[in-house]
Nanobody, 128 residues
């Protein structure tokens, strides 16, 4: 499985962006068994959890983006999205998507070391 993140760019504070994480070299059925997370890393800071979506569609967010970001998935397109609204300058970072296989009853993971698969990052810059 390969992951490709895209959709980053420069946006003014208060604006919106939608990131995409497209999977390849995997069937839609297999992709649907993965939980997919978004992480970000700002300059000089450690990589941090942003949001994740379970294979059953439940979601989890860090408190810093709750209510502003929305994660969703389209298994037929093998793509997970991160809709980012009301962006703030502190959201500036390189955003990464990652995936891990998960059973139905397990909680989605928030630790970066618990994710098996990673895409390359996409840069989001929010100007104030």
């Amino acid at each position: 499985v390969q992951l490709q993140a895209s959709g980053g760019g420069l946006v003014q504070a208060g604006g919106s962006l939608r990131l995409s994480c497209a999977a390849s070299a995997v069937s839609g059925g297999t992709f649907s068994r993965y939980a997919v997370g978004w992480f970000r890393q700002a300059p000089g800071k450690e990589r941090e959890f942003v949001a994740a979506i379970h294979r059953i569609g439940t979601t989890k967010y860090t408190e810093f983006v709750e209510g502003r970001f929305t994660v969703s998935r389209d298994n037929a397109k093998k793509t997970v999205y991160l809709q980012m609204d009301r962006l703030k300058s502190e959201d500036t970072a390189v955003y990464y998507c990652a995936a891990h296989d998960i059973i139905l009853t397990a909680p989605v993971r928030t630790g970066s070391r618990e994710y098996q698969l990673w895409g390359q990052g996409t840069l989001v810059t929010v100007s104030s």
